[in-house]
């Protein structure tokens, strides 16, 4: 019975501690009673600037249309048609990650694997990431990389001039 109401006096402890902490916030600086000199303070909690559609009920209310793919449609069609040799594991056109698994390409003797990434709307060599790995688990040369991401931006630029948007 002791055990009982010990554990009942640490809880109430507790959650007086926890809503005094809330009170505490307000007394902190700034307050409505106490003039404040500077009044573009960030510093001050009363001062901060908070946005009120974020919420925790505002994930429950998340529309689709404001889901924008940040990825260049050219530099992902690219990846896929010049690592097609290679078997596709995951893709995430959202993210713009494509990991595939062990291939041989046409004419080698050596497995690959990828991994690229497209991170912007660009069509431009910043906007991607490829990462080759032999099945060894060594990463190849950077001439090898580079010759494939050169592949990928070169067929990039090729399936945008055919589609007329330059």
């Known amino acids: 019975m002791a055990r009982i109401t010990i554990c009942k006096i640490a809880l109430i402890t507790a959650l ?25 303070n960030p510093n001050i909690p009363s001062n901060i600037e908070t946005n ?19 990825v260049n449609k050219y ?20 993210t713009g990650v494509i990991v595939t698994g062990y291939g041989t390409p046409p004419g080698g003797g050596r497995a690959y694997r990828a ?14 990431n490829v990462a080759l790995q032999t099945r060894g ?13 050169d592949a990928i931006l070169s067929r990039a630029r090729e399936l945008r001039i055919a589609d007329n948007k330059f």
């Open 16 to 40: 007086a501690a926890a809503l005094g902490g809330c009170g505490a916030l307000r007394s902190f600086g700034g307050g409505a009673d106490e003039p404040s000199a500077s009044v573009n």
């Open 52 to 70: 009120t559609d974020n919420t925790i009920w505002s994930i429950f209310n998340r529309k689709t249309s404001d889901n924008t793919i940040a």
């Open 137 to 149: 688990g060594r990463a190849v040369s950077k001439a090898t990389a580079r010759a494939v991401e």
């Open 115 to 128: 991994t690229v990434l497209v991170d912007d709307p660009a069509l431009d060599a910043r906007s991607l």
């Open 75 to 94: 530099l992902w069609s690219a990846s896929l048609e010049v690592l097609s040799f290679l078997p596709v594991q995951s893709v995430d056109p959202f």
